[in-house]
Nanobody
Framework: QVRLVESGGGSVQSGGSLRLSCAVS????????MAWLRQTPGKKREGVAS???????SYADSVRGRFTISLDGARNTLYLQMNSLKPEDTAMYYC?????????????????????????????WGQGTQVTVSS
């Protein structure tokens, strides 16, 4: 059974930073994909960042260079460090995970990948944590 509990959201001014955490209870002994997605009212969740079994990462173009996804050594806490936040980053942020196939992504440069995951890839979600960035 997968349980995902996000924390760390809040309100910051443009240019500020936040770190989101997600307590993950999923068997990560095999291959897996973990990701952060975000949602604004009236829109589907969109992929922000992902990390897989071998700690390969990928990012949305809009956050590359500002956000960093990471996983603790025990593989039970997923993080999203968000720097240089912009008002357009305002959204509800969700973590998600699935076992099996690696995260869908496409290479855009040397060791640089664009996230391709979609919300339909993930059967389980946390409750989300709100991030609000004011200008």
């Amino acid at each position: 059974q997968v349980r995902l509990v996000e924390s760390g959201g809040g309100s910051v001014q443009s240019g500020g930073s936040l770190r989101l955490s997600c307590a993950v209870s999923v068997d990560s002994t095999g291959t897996f994909c973990m990701a952060w997605l975000r949602q604004t009212p009236g829109k589907k969740r969109e992929g922000v960042a992902s990390i897989d079994t071998y700690e390969g990462t990928s990012y949305a173009d809009s956050v590359r260079g500002r956000f960093t996804i990471s996983l603790d050594g025990a593989r039970n806490t997923l993080y999203l460090q968000m720097n240089s936040l912009k008002p357009e980053d305002t959204a509800m942020y969700y973590c998600a995970a699935h076992r099996g196939p690696a995260c869908r992504r496409t290479r855009v440069g040397d060791n640089d990948y664009r996230i391709l995951v979609v919300e339909e890839d993930f059967p389980k979600w946390g409750q989300g944590t709100q991030v609000t960035v004011s200008s």
